[in-house]
Nanobody, 126 residues
Framework: QVQLVESGGGLVQAGGSLRLSCAASGRTFSSYAMGWFRQAPGKEREFVATINDYTYYKDYKYYADSVKGRFTISRDNAKNTVDLQMNSLKPEDTAVYYC????????????????WGQGTQVTVSS
């Protein structure tokens, strides 16, 4: 497993942008699929985006329909970080955002990843 710490959340107006970052510990970061999930008050945690490990899948990216075209996930294997650039934010994007990791991208995308961060709050005002 890896240890994950998110940063970059905050308050932004609708239409604005935020960039979340997740720092990971461990020497095998590039072997992990990484992802972002979110949980709004009173709702279940939902998938946002994943990026595959570089070794076999060359950073293939996958997004939830609700964020496609607005959010971009990226990773820097030299820095052990994964970012989520969020543009054209909407009030319905308000949630706690979690970084997650797993060696199996299917397991990760299903929300059963082995490693999770503590979460960072994103609030979008109308």
């Amino acid at each position: 497993q890896v240890q994950l710490v998110e940063s970059g959340g905050g308050l932004v107006q609708a239409g604005g942008s935020l960039r979340l970052s997740c720092a990971a510990s461990g020497r095998t970061f590039s072997s992990y699929a990484m992802g972002w999930f979110r949980q709004a008050p009173g709702k279940e945690r939902e998938f946002v985006a994943t990026i595959n490990d570089y070794t076999y899948y060359k950073d293939y990216k996958y997004y939830a329909d609700s964020v496609k075209g607005r959010f971009t996930i990226s990773r820097d294997n030299a820095k052990n970080t994964v970012d989520l650039q969020m543009n054209s934010l909407k009030p319905e994007d308000t949630a706690v955002y979690y970084c997650a990791a797993d060696l199996n991208v299917s397991v990760l995308r299903a929300g059963r990843g082995g490693s999770w961060g503590q979460g960072t709050q994103v609030t979008v005002s109308s």
